[in-house]
């Protein structure tokens, strides 16, 4: 069991920006998800990022939403942009056991999960 660790988040007024980060050791090694809960919805996907770098993003997020990952750091990051009020969730990260260099899911199927990291986007 892997232990991951999210933190970054805070309160933004719209149209602004916030990091989030998520720390879990041997990441070099792992595939990496982002996924979101509002409330009263179910948990959703974000991004993931691949052993290789390769980002996958839900299309409703492309262009706001970048992810990353420094391994040195063992620490992987989503840049959000132009915020919205519904961007308003707890952002969950995810880790898995990568199997294939250049391929992330964005299904919900991780099997190592961060305890979460409230986002709040006030308009």
């Known amino acids: 069991q892997l232990q991951v660790v999210e933190f970054g988040g805070g309160l933004v007024q719209a149209g602004g920006s916030l990091r989030v980060s998520c720390t879990v050791s041997?990441?070099?090694?792992?595939?990496i998800g982002w996924f979101r809960q509002a409330p009263g919805k179910e948990r959703e996907a974000v991004s993931c990022i691949s052993m290789s770098g390769t980002p996958k993003y839900v299309d409703s997020l492309k262009g706001r939403f970048t992810i990353s990952r420094d391994n040195a750091k063992n620490t992987a990051y989503l840049q959000m942009r132009d915020l919205k009020p519904e961007d308003t969730a707890v952002y969950y990260c995810a880790a898995d056991r990568g199997y294939a260099w250049s391929y992330c899911s964005l299904d919900l199927k991780y099997d190592n999960w961060g305890q979460g990291t409230q986002v709040t986007v006030s308009s």
């Open positions: 041997g990441l070099e090694f792992l595939t």
